[in-house]
């Protein structure tokens, strides 16, 4: 499975930015999706998951009340909607998908990654 990310910039603080990512397997509709993050010198970190019916999402606490996960089952894609960025929010993005839990602890496929900056 090929994960494509897409969405990523440089924006400034207070803003938006939307992120999706596209699965090349219909298959991935079956599994959890979700976003990882990793910041310069920072290990990666999980930022929101979905169940494959969109039944259960987590946040990470940083970004509870800012982001927010969805998925398009038929576009074998998921998205993350990200508002009110902070500084703090600066990192690469990285989409998952886990085959044996919604809450992305061991993902099995990973996308390439997108570049996500918030200027001051």
């Known amino acids: 499975v090929q994960l494509q990310a897409s969405g990523g910039g440089l924006v400034q603080a207070g803003a938006s930015l939307r992120l999706s990512c596209t699965a090349s397997?219909?298959?991935?509709?079956?599994?959890?999706m979700g976003w990882y993050r990793q910041a310069p010198g920072e290990e990666r970190e999980v930022v929101a998951a979905i169940s494959w019916n969109g039944s259960n999402r987590y946040y990470a606490d940083s970004v509870k009340g800012r982001f927010a996960i969805s998925r398009d089952n038929a576009k074998n894609t998921v998205y993350l909607q990200m508002d009110s960025l902070k500084l703090e929010d600066t990192a690469v993005y990285f989409c998952?998908?886990?085959?044996?839990?919604?809450?992305?602890?061991?993902?099995?496929?990973w996308g390439q990654g997108t570049q996500v900056t918030v200027s001051s």
């Open positions: 397997r219909r298959t991935v509709s079956n599994n959890a």
């Open positions: 998952a998908v886990d085959t044996s839990s919604w809450t992305l602890a061991r993902p099995r496929y």
